[in-house]
């Protein structure tokens, strides 16, 4: 379905007839699909506007591009993939705005080893004032909720998340998180409740596929509120937070100081800047010198994780792009003028 303003489908059943997508609607408006039934290939929007989805059942998973004011409510989504021949994600929204992800459930079906079945159950990416929220999302191998590139303006609350191989919420490719909220989620049977640094440099104007965003500007993390999120029966026993830098070759490879050893019920994350406390870093390394990797590497890490049976992290506040950092450029190697690196230590106190 292609330029369409002002459609309605509902009490549908899309049957696949392809490997590729059950559903391919480009250039549409002001519309709903509703109490719909699609097969077990994925839907692909792109360029929607104030279109509703609700209620449907998705035997795969939907991802949409270059979209505005979507509203997907109430779904469920169930991947049909098995082994190595992986779904990215249940849900996928890319280079939008102002979308809705609100009250889906939504089953990867991942066997519990190895990067199989369902990679993450939502992906947000370069996407501002998205609404994520009410979700309940099990068995992926990765995260829960992962985001990419810059993501500003979010609210990502009230996700319940089960059974993820990797962390509740995370994001690292290009990644930038600025005035958003995360709040209420809460993670169980995963190892880590929050995941976040920076893999590659500042992206060029028109990156991506169609060509239609803006260069970077900066790398951001600021102005975000962390507030009330919780990790439940973790799955991998041991408490710690980290920072790590990492040396990428054409095989990516990452170093991380060990974490500290396990602590008391209850440890919790805050954001003293004048107290650092469980803390580690390793330096950073040079670049390598490959055609395969061009682009600059900037890294920011962090990861929490509790061997206690309940994990709350109170309200947090990151201020400034520097928030309790300590921010310092890594100089060029041999004279490479691209060469750019950026690392930051955010500084926890561990109760």
């Given at each position: 379905m292609a330029n369409v303003d002002g459609f309605s489908l509902t009490n549908c059943i899309f049957a696949s007839t392809s490997t590729t997508f059950v559903v391919n609607v480009t250039r549409v408006s002001n519309g709903t699909f509703q109490h719909d039934t699609f097969g077990t290939t994925w839907v692909n929007v792109v360029h929607a506007a104030d279109v509703r989805i609700d209620q449907n059942t998705f035997n795969a998973s939907y991802q949409q591009n270059y979209s505005h004011r979507v509203v997907l409510s109430s779904n469920s989504l169930v991947s049909q993939t098995r082994g190595s021949s992986l779904t990215p994600a249940m849900i996928?929204?890319?280079?939008?705005?102002?979308?809705?992800?609100?009250?889906?459930?939504?089953?990867?079906?991942?066997?519990?080893?190895?990067?199989?079945?369902?990679?993450?159950?939502?992906?947000?990416?370069?996407?501002?004032?998205?609404?994520?929220?009410?979700?309940?999302?099990?068995?992926?191998?990765?995260?829960?909720?992962?985001?990419?590139?810059?993501?500003?303006?979010?609210?990502i609350s009230n996700n319940d998340i089960t059974r993820a191989g990797f962390c509740g919420i995370g994001g690292w490719y290009w990644n930038s998180l600025r005035a958003s909220t995360i709040s209420g989620n809460v993670a169980s049977d995963v190892p880590r409740l929050f995941y976040f640094f920076r893999i590659f440099g500042l992206r060029p104007a028109g990156f991506e596929g169609q060509h239609e965003l803006p260069a970077d500007a900066a790398v951001y993390f600021s102005d975000n509120v962390f507030d009330g999120n919780r990790l439940v029966n973790p799955s991998v026993v041991g408490s710690w937070s980290s920072i790590c830098a990492s040396t990428i070759s054409s095989t990516t490879r990452a170093r991380s100081a060990a974490p500290p050893a396990s602590g008391p019920l209850g440890h919790r994350i805050s954001s003293s800047p004048t107290t650092l406390s469980a803390t580690t870093t390793s330096a950073m390394q040079p670049w390598p010198r490959t055609s395969e990797h061009r682009s600059s590497p900037v890294w920011l890490s962090t990861a929490v994780g509790t061997s206690a049976t309940t994990a709350t992290a109170p309200r947090t506040r990151s201020s400034a792009i520097d928030h309790s950092c300590q921010a310092g450029l890594v100089p060029p190697v041999g004279g490479d003028d691209s060469f750019v690196s950026l690392r930051r230590v955010i500084r926890h106190t561990i109760r």
């Open positions: 996928i929204s890319n280079s939008g705005s102002s979308n809705h992800i609100v009250g889906n459930v939504m089953d990867g079906k991942w066997a519990g080893s190895g990067q199989t079945e369902t990679d993450d159950g939502v992906v947000i990416t370069d996407e501002s004032g998205d609404t994520v929220s009410g979700n309940t999302i099990s068995n992926v191998f990765d995260c829960g909720i992962e985001t990419l590139g810059m993501i500003a303006n979010a609210t």
